[in-house]
C-alpha cells in the first residue's frame, strides 16, 4: 500500500471513528459542542486538528465505563491502569477489537523476528494489566506455543527456560535483565539459551540497554510499544532487521505530535507529545488522546507508507526540573548503565529541605557486584550525573529487587517537593 493509498483509508476509518464517538459516548459529544465542531467538518486529515484532546483526566471522569460506545453485553473485555494516584483507568474490547488487537500484536511481533511455530515465553503480568494477556493473544495469533509464564518468580523463570527451550521471550526490560544477571548468579550462561530474540517494552529504555541485553544474551532486542488507553501491546512494533524505532500500526491509528506547552501540532521529526486517534475501535474509541510519552514521528523504512516513532525519551509528566535543570529519567539510565556494579534499576526522590531542591538516586546494584564495584559505584555515578547533567544528587546503593514494582515496572519518581514536611 502506497503512503497516499493508507492516507485516503486513514481519512475514511477517520470519518468513520469520529462520528462513531460523537453519536455514541456523551463526553466526546459535549466536548466536540463546547468546541464548536461537527464530525462532518472533518473532510481532510489535517481537520483533525480542530478537535479537542482527550486527557486520562476525562477517563478518570468517566469512571468506571462512561467512554464506553457499546452496550456492556458487547464488551468481551475489561482491562485497568492502575495509575499512580486515584482512580484506574479503564478500558474495554469488543470481540472485533480483541481481533484486530491480536492482529496488530502479532504484526509487531512478527516483524521483531518472532516466528510461527516458536516457543513464545511471555513474562509480561497477566490480569488487569494489558501487557500478559495482549503478548499473550499476539503470540498466539501469530501461531506461536505460549508459555503464560507472567512476571515475577524469577527462579522459576529460569528453571522453565532451561526446561522448556523458548525460542523468544517477552517482558519489560528490566525484567531481562533481572533474568540475565540470576542467570549469571546461577551459574548459567545467559548466551548459552536458546532465546534467540525479546520484545520488550511497557516502559523506556535506551539504545545502552538493547546493547547490554543483545551482547550478554546473544539475541536480538526489539521494541514494542503500547498503552491500555489506545489499545495495549502492539499499537507500535520495531522491526527486527532496521531496529530504527517502533512502525505505528496506521491503518488502525492516526498519530500526531503536539507541543505539551503550546498544544500546537508540530510537523513530523519534532520531538514532542505523542497524540492518538483510534480508526477502528469499537468499545472505546479514542479521539486525540494525550499521551504524555514525548518522542517525534519519523518516515517510515522496513514498511515505507507507516510512520516509525523515536524511543520515548520521557514523559511530559516525568520532567524534573532540578535547580533549574531540565532532567529525564532516561539520563540517568544511560549513566548508570556505564558504572559496573549498578542496575538500571532505580528511582528519584525530589525533597525540598530547606530552600534548595535535592535529589536522592535510589539505585539496585547487580546480583553480580562485587564488594569493590558497590564502594566505587555510588561515588562514580554522582561524578558521572555532575558531568553530564549538572547536578549534584546523594546516591544510597540497595540490595537487587528491594526496590518496589508494579506490572514489572518501577515508580520512577518521587517528587516531595511540594508535599508538607513531617
Ligand atoms: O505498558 C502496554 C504495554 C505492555 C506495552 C507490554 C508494551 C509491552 P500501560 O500500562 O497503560 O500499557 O502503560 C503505558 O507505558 O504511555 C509509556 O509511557 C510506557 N510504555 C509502553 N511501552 C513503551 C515502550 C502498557 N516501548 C505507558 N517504550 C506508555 C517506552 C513505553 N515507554
Redesign the pocket.
Known sequence: MSRDELEALQLQRLQHSVQYAYDRVPMYTKKFDDAGVKPSDLKSLEDLQKFPYTTKEDLRQTYPFGMFAVPQHEVARIHA?SGTTGRPTVVGYTKGDLENWATMGARSLRASGVKPGWKVHNA?GYGL???GL??HSAAEKLGCTVIPMSGGQTQRQLQLIQDFEPDAILCTPTYLLTIMDAMVQAGMDPRATSIKVAVL?????TEEMRHELEVGMDIDAC???????VM??GVAGECVDSKDG?TIWEDHFRPEIIDPITDAVLPDGQHGELVFTSLTKEAMPIIRYR???LTRLLPGTTRPSMRRMG??SG?SDDMIILRGVNLFPTQIEEIALRVPGLSPHFQLELTRPKRMDELAVRIERREEATSDDVASAGVELARLIKIHIGSTCRIDVVEPGTLERS?GKLKRIYDLRDKPAV
Do not use: H, K, Q, V
Open positions: 491502569s509480561y494489566f494489558t501487557g495482549g503478548a517494552g511497557a516502559e523506556p529504555w521494541d514494542i510499544y503500547g498503552l491500555s488507553e495495549g501491546p517502533c499521551t504524555r510519552d524511543r520515548i514523559r506490572n
